[in-house]
């Protein structure tokens, strides 16, 4: 092919080079910012080398590239550049460059790994770091090492992760390009007190109109906010035209073409690197992106709205100062910029896992083992993935991909979504099926949150993109005819998001998957019982999830959509304070039915028992005083002394229950059971013997004071006290002690009437300093009693004893 006078961007002049790379060392990494022609101009130079397969991230990226290269050469696309996204192929039998999707590249592969008929393939905007990207990365890595060593290979990047794809490559020449950049300034525009990003972004946007020439390039995470935002512009004086993935082709052309005045073009990520917007002098950025995310622990994935990284941020800029100086509004204060990320998260490490499982089965290797990763897939992540694949018969138990797993894979879909319409065909029909799973992968298509609702317009109004999905999805499953219910087809695909409300009356419903959800107001669902959720989100700060798109269902199409998450068990537990056995039938966490149980597995039941010992505490017990002060002498005892008598507070008698209370806890059956239980004799078990025939020696219950009285120590405190009529200790001249006298007793040291007139832990000092004027505070409210001046001189008494001074 006899290239045409090709557009003086700055990659031309490095065609020869980058040709003759490919030809001596069979691999090479391209490094251009956007904007210098990699995307257009390489592979029509390499064309020399032979049929040139071209993979890009993105559908709309795909299909204006092909149309790009077809322009250059005077053709149209289909001619000597074609392309094939899912849904559509335009090739020819001249064609000798197609641009494929990376997930559609991936899936040929997957069908021939000698991928014949193809001597060069490029894989454009490796930096991207989308997940067919980086698998396909692998597995063509995989089949370059064995089945086809002469395949060329180009990776290309507008970044600086050169050296990893070099590696991955062989070690690989990296071959960089220059930009013609021209200078971008950059202003700062923060949010005002309540404002949302829209009405933020539509602010910029008419500061960009005013303070800048030629087209504005507005970058916002979603179609959604796309269309709030031209909304707060309809007045403006320039055409607002969106760009997004979803919009039909004629939609996308309309921005990748110049105005005939000057335009507005509202757009996602999909303009930051893959394609040209002509005519852009000026970039509003709202500093969001919208990212695949998964939230395990509570069954719901999905887009989440991220702040874009540094790496983000100057590439979008960089789109205001192709052409000549330009300007760029960032949605955010200025001293942010230090905290944004440096990269993109790779969606390898936060996206659902499920699709690439399924492709690794197909490629005969399970765990992603011995193939060359970028970042290697988490195993977390491509466990859960597997274990979906399994409850879906796609594999194995032991990971290899079953027949029906290969079907699904075809079908080129999430497998969750190929399992509802290979399953759902044959139930509902095969053109209903297609019509719902087309909806349920383009969930833009039916803004409402009723689905139903949403799928009769769509059958009214048959737009193209949705229509050729149905066809195309109809193609692959054999002609059936059923009964059109689109709640079954949503269950099959998502049988964990069946959802019943929780009470009459209330918006709130409990997923199959345990997972709480709100239906928003106004949602056309009624008052549904249950509802097959199709989409649900969990905004943040928020545990529960909101309902965004479902159909109402009954149990009795739950029970067949969710047959896999149906199950009667038999539970004991502790519920309200005692033990609840009952047979309950569940579909995954939603309760259908349940029956008490009368005798119930013995096993069961002492573990609930104990579950509710260690919930209540040991105060369920009968502690009566005897107990509580054995309790206080061990614990003194293991203070003071530590092993070999035992810890007995609240968590290590809990922890070691079955020493103690074993015999009555393998007879309890309620909480009644519990109260009955003497807890010092049960106690009594971890007495430590020999040691425990020293137990009164060492910590005794009642210690024998002068008088002839034995007073009760009270261990509750540390030290231990022992409370007594001063009367009654005349004569003692030290302070007692306990634990072989390691520990003195301290003396609360009473009057007649049972009240402290002192308190002591060295008697001896006290009888000398203290005792003279508690003595005469003594002789004056108690006359008729006899306090000596020397109280170690006289006998002890309990009553007056007025000879006794």
Known sequence: MKLPELPDLPVRGALDRIVATLTERGAAVLVAPPGTGKTTLVPLALETLGRVVVAEPRRLAARAAAGRMAALLGESVGETVGYSVRGDRRVGARTRIEVVTSGLLVRRLQGDPELAGADVVVLDECHERHLDADLLLALLLDARAGLRPDLRVLATSATVAAERLSVLLGSAPVLAVRGRAYPVETTYVPSLPRERSEAQVARATRTALVGADGDVLVFLPGAAEIRRTMDLLADVDADLVPLHGRLSAAGQDIALRPGSRRRVVLSTAVAESSLTVPGVRAVVDSGLARVPRIDRGRGLSGLATVRVSAAVAEQRAGRAGRGAPGKV??????????????????????????????ELACWGTPDGDGLAWWDAPP????????????????????????????????????????????????????RAAAEVVAV????????????????????????????REVERLSRLVDATDGDDDPAFVVALAHPERLARRRSPGSASYLMAGGTAVTLPPGSGLGDAEWVAVAVATRDPGRSDGRIRSAAVADEKLARRAGSSLLEIVDEVDWVDDDVVARRVERLGAIVLSELQIRDPDRQLLSAAVRRGLNSTGLT?????????????????????????????????????????????????RRRADLERIDAGQALRRLLPWPDAARMDELAPERLPV???????????????????????VFGWTQTPSLADGQV?????????????????????SFWRTGWPQVRSDLRGRYPKHAWPEDPTSVPAHRGTARNAG
């Open 620 to 668: 369920l017990l009968h502690w009566d005083s005897d107990a509580v002060a054995l309790r206080q002498r061990l614990d003194f005892l293991h203070r003071t002394l530590g092993a070999p008598w035992p810890r007995v507070d609240d968590e290590s008698l809990l922890a070691d229950a079955d020493a103690w209370l074993g015999p009555e806890l393998a007879t309890a």
């Open 706 to 728: 002068p008088s002839g009285s034995r007073v009760r120590l009270d261990y509750s405190t540390d030290p231990p006290v022992l409370a007594v009529k001063v009367q009654e």
């Open 440 to 467: 349920l992968d383009d969930d833009t298509l039916v803004p409402g949150v009723d689905l139903v609702a949403g799928l009769r317009a769509l059958r009214r109004e048959r737009p193209p993109r949705w229509r």
């Open 379 to 430: 195993q977390g992540g491509l466990a859960a993935g597997r274990d979906v694949l399994r409850a879906l018969g796609a594999v194995t138990a032991a990971g290899e991909v079953t027949e029906r797993g290969r079907h699904m894979a075809r079908v080129g879909l999430h497998p969750r979504l190929a399992r509802a319409l290979l399953d759902g065909a044959a139930e509902v029909g095969t």
């Open 744 to 764: 003195p007793i301290v003396l609360h040291l009473l009057s007649p009437a049972q009240r402290p007139v002192a308190i002591t832990a060295d008697l001896a």
């Open 329 to 358: 509004w960032r949605c955010w204060p200025e001293y942010e910029n230090g905290t944004l990320p440096a990269y993109p998260v790779p969606e390898i490490r936060t996206a659902d896992l499920t699709r690439l499982a399924l």
